[in-house]
């Protein structure tokens, strides 16, 4: 996926040709030119690719297809809570209010650090 094209899109760069020019290996060009180029990608992908997974086990244990009890997870107290909605709605509220909180959080922080690790952003006119 993500990564392979971002790695792929690095191959043909200058900067890879200055490092085998210069006798670097295949394990330092990888370090110290691609991985160090890709890494801002990488870490802007995961903040979005974590909540997409949070959301995914919230919904499958949900459904009572994740983590079985006596493990508590979000999506196995949201349905456990509905069961006793009108008693008690605060269990399932305050879980999916924890949920749709963290999912915002992770998403927020994608956007904030998308913004400033990437050096295109930064050039100021």
């Known amino acids: 996926g993500g990564t392979h094209g971002l790695v792929v899109g690095l191959r043909q760069k200058e900067f890879l040709d200055a490092g085998r020019a210069i006798g670097a290996g295949d394990a330092r060009l990888m370090v110290r030119y691609v991985l160090v180029n890709i890494a801002p990608s990488l870490i802007v992908y995961s903040t979005f690719s974590i909540p997409f997974a949070i959301l995914?086990?919230?919904?499958?244990?949900?459904?009572?297809?994740?983590?079985?009890?006596?493990?508590?997870?979000?999506?196995?107290?949201?349905?456990?809570?509905?069961?006793?909605?009108?008693?008690?709605?605060?269990?399932?509220?305050?879980?999916?209010?924890?949920?749709?909180?963290?999912?915002?959080?992770?998403?927020?922080?994608?956007?904030?650090?998308?913004?400033?690790?990437?050096?295109?952003?930064?050039?100021?006119?």
């Open 56 to 125: 995914l086990e919230a919904g499958l244990s949900f459904l009572g297809l994740g983590v079985q009890p006596p493990t508590p997870t979000w999506g196995s107290i949201i349905s456990q809570g509905k069961d006793v909605l009108f008693q008690a709605p605060w269990i399932a509220n305050i879980a999916g209010g924890v949920i749709m909180i963290t999912v915002l959080a992770f998403n927020l922080l994608g956007e904030v650090l998308g913004d400033r690790l990437d050096p295109r952003a930064n050039v100021r006119v």
